[in-house]
């Protein structure tokens, strides 16, 4: 035999129990709000009619009861339900929404319209209920991320991004070149501006996967031949979209000996990152990527903006993924700087080709950032 709210009330306080919402009964007699009876009725009856001998009864008298107590007592004491309780199910969520519906329901069908403050409370006590009944989802994303996969976890949402972003930046960059047929003025200004932003939350989920795995993992294992002049004409192509929206002129100078032997892809990925950052930081005039050569073997490169240039106060954490806030959003007093973190790991990066990052920076001069790499002469590509 099913056992009521109101009997399930008296086995607990038998128990010592004294729950800080009173449970009531299936009758729902000891609800003080009219409306919120006569709707909990309806429900509990529309539930059984749908559901037949499928539905627990002993389940749905106790998460329906506690959540028509909740609202009940909010409307009348003004005391708001605490998060949990038996109503944290998919059941519970379920309910509550049949029970909004049915107050506005309810109210609708009235001859005589209802008082808009009581509806207020009614509706706001409805909302606090359901939220209170809502799944902690930040405790469990941090149990996941502080995990022993947690790092795993955060990899794996970073490549999922970095899919779909990629195709943005293609698709973006084909429509501005006018090769899926003619584009305006205002089209073209609001395709770079979808090619900038795709192209900077490319370069921050790139830099989370490296920062995952150290953030010193070259994936050329070994030194092969290419043109300097090719991997700086890529990195100014790349980014010319966003120096064309801001009005800045990007340009880049290379050495007499171009075929060199090194690592490509992780002297673009570096080279990438300082130019963006470049790019962001400066408000009129240019950027320069150049490559000189310094010595037979070694070539020093360097990306130079006229912004304002990087205050004292900003040099102390240069490198630091994760800073303090001013104002920003955010319970832990900590934002995700995507700019820290890009140049951190364009130092882990250049450390691991054997070199140091370094900067010159100047007010009203701008920010210069360099580094020397061994690059003897390759014979061929």
Known sequence: MAKTGAHLQR???????????????TGFDDVRQPVLRDVARKVRAYWTNALGDAVDDEEVDRTLGWLVAAIDTAVSDGKLPDRGGPATTVLG???????????????????KPPEPALVLRMMRAAEATREAIEPDWSGYFSSRLSGPDGLDLVVEVAHD????????????????????GEVNELQKRQLRLIYSAALGLSSMTSDVIELARGGD???????????????LESVTDMVRP??????????????????????PLALSRVLLNLTTNALKFTDEGMVEITARSRGLTKIEFSVRDTGHGISEEAQANLYQPFRRTRGRAGRSGFYFSGTGLGLAMCRKLVEAMNSKLEFETRQGWGTRFFFELEMPVATHL
Do not use: M, Y
């Not at 966003?242 to 690592?263: C, S, V, W």
């Open 93 to 111: 969520r379920h309910l509550v929404d049949l029970i909004r519906s049915g107050l506005l329901e309810a109210w609708t069908n009235q001859s």
């Open 161 to 180: 991004l970095r899919s779909p972003v990629t195709s943005i930046i293609f698709l973006a960059d084909t429509l501005g070149r006018g090769q899926s």
């Open 242 to 263: 966003i120096a064309e929206e801001k009005g800045l002129f990007i340009k880049f100078e290379t050495t007499p000996t171009d075929h060199r032997l090194g690592r």
């Open 217 to 231: 993992q070259l994936v050329e294992r070994e030194v092969s031949p290419f043109s300097v002049a090719e991997i």
């Open 11 to 25: 086995q607990r306080a038998a128990r010592g129990e004294t729950p800080a919402i009173q449970v009531v009964g």
